[in-house]
């Protein structure tokens, strides 16, 4: 088109430390116009190929350094990458949709604190246990590098969920093959420049760009690659898994959710609705822990429907430059057209839309109104039973649903393939407490959202997961235990 492609921004593969160009491209659209913005490598086999024997090349040299080397060369990235901050927020911002103030202030700021915190707690993660069964013999284990690590990371929040598996794979003494979304593949091109501006050791960490069906499936199913770290869909983590299995790779996924929010009448209205506005709507809706069911109590439902409906029809839509927009476009023009529908079969299924797509008109300037941009929408009267309630839409759309007793709202809130979190609002610390543990869910917020602690383990059970990440989750991922058994008589 006449579309100048001088703007456009050609990404290559970062193997054995050179960048590395590859003959087919992919396109990589700009979600706020719709206009292609970058061209990204169309990996294979032959790429993962060369990326996993140059990171196995590695792992004898960067394996047999102590964690306090490790995290030396890992804290000179995150410094460059701090001082880049801005930089590396408007790439994110581009590439990914969302405001720009939100990748300043969460994604890049969380991607420095994960390569900074597992560079500094890594190395303090001990070796405990010794035992004497009888005398004259002394047990004691090791926790040993166990290889070349697969990473493959989701386009919602591409460089934080990134660096979230790269820095304890690395601290522990593993070499990476990671394999970004081919939505938002920019930002990690971007931190492989920063890998060579600090002379991190060659071949330690690689990165392929490309599709899931051919760069992500040629990654995890390569036989030496003994660990893969997956985040993203519950399909794709399920093909992953049948992958992996015939390896007996170890395996860690971070999948899907359709995560509840149970508002008891005796809670803080106010700052329920504040904090139901972020976990509803930020990041468009696009974070698997985003709340997307939310139950409230008879008492106090349609106080909490007009209120909540009122604050998402007020919500400020519009391009991610924008200082006053709170949502800014879905990532894909695919993912826009699946979350439409998923509103048209709320109303199929009976269902009434009370605010947002198809009921509020979104006016947009001339030059964004190609983006991939919709509503926070509000859907009220669906069954627990219907697609809207059963599966993840991860978009700006959320159903509220009126219960009764506390009995209710905990069996409603689990009546659901997925687990990954849930949050409970109640003046009430014995309702907080008794609901969190019947709720069958990963993480239990009450009164809040979203507060991580990156020593506490995260991640979900049935269809949302397998597995944990946090300090020692991680650190119990990325390497194998040993024990050493000695006769000292």
């Not at 408007?90 to 969460?106: C, F, I």
């Not at 023009?333 to 009921?359: F, N, T």
């Not at 069954?383 to 959320?398: A, N």
């Amino acid at each position: 088109g006449k579309d100048n492609m001088d703007d456009c921004i050609i990404l290559e593969n970062y193997i054995a430390g050179m960048f590395v160009p590859c003959k087919r491209l992919l396109d990589s659209h700009d979600p706020s116009t719709g206009k292609v913005w970058a061209k990204i490598p169309d990996s294979g086999k032959l790429e993962i190929d060369a990326a996993v024997a140059a990171a196995k090349r590695a792992f004898p040299g960067w394996s047999a350094l102590s964690a306090h080397q490790r995290a030396q060369h890992l804290l000179r990235v995150a410094d460059l990458l701090e001082s880049r901050l801005d930089e590396f927020a408007e790439a994110e911002s581009r590439d990914q949709g969302k405001p720009l103030w939100l990748a300043k202030t969460m994604d890049i700021p969380r991607a420095v604190l994960n390569l900074r915190h597992f560079a500094h707690t890594i190395p303090h993660q001990l070796n405990t246990s010794s035992v004497q069964p009888e005398p004259g013999v002394f047990n004691y284990t090791i926790r040993e590098s166990v290889g070349v690590a697969g990473l493959v990371s989701p386009w919602n929040l591409p460089l934080y969920l990134l660096t979230f598996k790269l820095a304890p794979a690395i601290m522990c003494g593993n070499t990476v093959v990671a394999k970004p979304s081919e939505m938002t593949s920019v930002t990690a091109h971007m931190l492989c420049k920063l890998l060579n501006e600090t002379e991190f050791p060659v071949g330690v960490v690689n990165m392929v760009f490309g599709v899931g069906l051919s760069a992500g499936a040629a990654l995890v199913s390569h036989p030496n690659v003994p660990l893969v770290s997956f985040t993203g869909s519950t399909i794709t983590g399920r093909h992953i898994a049948s992958a992996a299995a015939t390896h007996f790779k170890k395996v860690s996924l971070e999948m899907g959710g359709k995560n509840a929010a149970l508002v008891f009448s005796d809670c803080d209205l106010d700052a329920c609705l504040n904090t139901l506005k972020r976990s509803a709507f930020i990041n468009q809706g696009q974070v698997c822990l985003c709340t997307s069911r939310i139950f409230v109590q008879r008492g106090i439902y349609d106080e909490f429907l007009e209120k909540f409906v009122a604050m998402a029809r007020d919500i400020k839509v519009g391009p991610p430059t924008d200082p006053n927009v709170f949502l800014g476009a879905l990532n894909s023009q695919p993912h826009l057209d699946k979350v439409r529908k998923y509103v048209q079969y709320a109303i199929d299924d009976g269902g009434s839309v009370l605010c947002g797509e198809g009921v509020d008109n979104l006016i947009l300037q001339k030059e964004y109104q190609n983006g991939y941009y919709m509503r926070p929408t509000v859907i009220t009267d669906v069954g627990d039973e219907t697609r809207c309630m059963q599966e993840e839409i991860f978009g700006p759309v959320v159903c509220v649903s009126v219960f009764e007793s506390e009995g209710e709202a905990v069996d409603r809130a689990n009546n659901t393939k997925y687990g990954l979190c849930a949050s409970v609002w109640t003046s009430n610390v014995g309702v907080a407490h008794r609901v969190a543990h019947k709720l069958k869910v990963g993480t239990v917020w009450t009164n809040c959202w979203l507060v991580r602690d990156l020593d506490m383990p995260f991640g979900g059970v049935k269809e949302s997961g397998v597995g944990r990440e946090g300090t020692q989750e991680s650190l119990q991922f990325f390497t194998e235990p040993k024990t050493i058994c000695t006769k000292i008589v």
